[in-house]
């Protein structure tokens, strides 16, 4: 059971307003778990938000991606995260600024206070040998984050903790917290070697440009020739455009990675990761097209389609 102001303070966040963004709107429920350590719910439909925090010390983030993509700094490095995916970071500074290429995210993160929280959580369960601090050393050091691309470990964490009944939410986020601790605590660190899904400032700017670009032209057949003039981008164009066009991270990866060869399958794009989930994608866009392009035929405007999507 928690303490009364733990209780006070999940009540007094899930029943605040949602606050809008320039466009579109945010919503955010917490609750407060253990002293020290907050579970947020965030429902975003916006292009971009600040995420102000109150308070500024020794915290760590670890986040998870529901639905859509989302865009997060750390130092001068980017980081993309799609569904499935977690990661975790350091909160070192006040604000954070959040760009979320396809206007759409939905996931839950856990804010850890390391000044706050309990140095070891077995005073809550025995045998689970957990220190927040230890997790914060091993993925979080000199302010870099740790990216966990999805997969099954990280599914079965988070399976079911977007649909708890009410009456249950309280303990059951107290176990899926524990849980998801003990799994970061027990989870080796990738090698130095492999590769670190980060980005530029620069190479995320030029794609993002090159994006709106192309939107807004969507009725033109744009070469890729074409694209490196107007830019003045070398014959490497950004291959980081498909974050923005929704493509899965680890296939924007791989494509690089690989230089384009090797992919398990090729369909809207070349894929490395899912195979199962992307030729499932594929099936949906070219009944969608099929779909749009009959409606186009039928006298539908290019722009209320777009609207439509």
């Known amino acids: 059971m928690g303490s009364k102001s733990e209780k006070e303070d999940a009540r007094r966040q899930i029943n605040a307003p949602c606050r809008r963004g320039k466009k579109g709107k945010i919503a955010q429920k917490s609750y407060t778990v253990f002293l020290g350590i907050e579970l947020i719910f965030s429902d975003i439909h916006a292009e971009s938000c600040e995420r102000k925090s109150s308070e500024y010390g020794n915290f760590i983030e670890i986040e998870h991606c529901r639905e859509g993509r989302a865009e997060h700094s750390f130092s001068d490095e980017l980081i993309y995260l799609s569904p499935g995916d977690l990661t975790t970071s350091a909160k070192n500074s006040k604000n954070k600024n959040s760009y979320f290429p396809l206007s759409h995210y939905h996931g839950v993160s856990v804010i850890i206070d390391l000044n706050k929280a309990p140095r070891c959580l077995t005073c809550f369960l025995d045998d689970v040998n957990v220190k927040p601090q230890i997790i914060a050393d091993k993925f979080c050091a000199n302010g870099k984050s740790y990216i966990a691309r999805s997969n099954k470990s990280v599914e079965h964490i988070f399976s079911e903790i977007y649909s708890v009944p009410e009456e249950i939410k309280r303990g059951y986020f107290k176990i899926k917290v524990l849980e998801l601790l003990l799994f970061l605590s027990c989870k080796n660190m990738p090698k130095s070697e492999e590769?670190?899904?980060?980005?530029?400032?620069?190479?995320?700017?030029?794609?993002?440009?090159?994006?709106?670009?192309?939107?807004?032209?969507?009725?033109?057949?744009?070469?890729?020739?074409?694209?490196?003039?107007?830019?003045?981008?070398?014959?490497?164009?950004?291959?980081?455009?498909?974050?923005?066009?929704?493509?899965?991270?680890?296939?924007?990866?791989?494509?690089?990675i690989n230089e384009a060869k090797c992919e398990k399958c090729t369909g809207v794009w070349k894929v490395y990761g899912d195979e199962i989930t992307a030729k499932t994608a594929f099936e949906k866009y070219k009944k969608c097209t099929q779909d749009y392009f009959s409606r186009w035929q039928s006298g539908k405007s290019i722009e209320k389609l777009a609207v439509a999507c």
């Open 195 to 256: 590769y670190r899904p980060t980005y530029s400032k620069s190479q995320a700017d030029l794609a993002k440009a090159v994006c709106r670009y192309q939107t807004e032209r969507m009725d033109e057949k744009i070469t890729l020739a074409e694209l490196c003039r107007r830019f003045q981008a070398a014959e490497s164009f950004p291959h980081e455009i498909g974050l923005f066009l929704g493509y899965p991270a680890e296939d924007v990866q791989g494509f690089i």
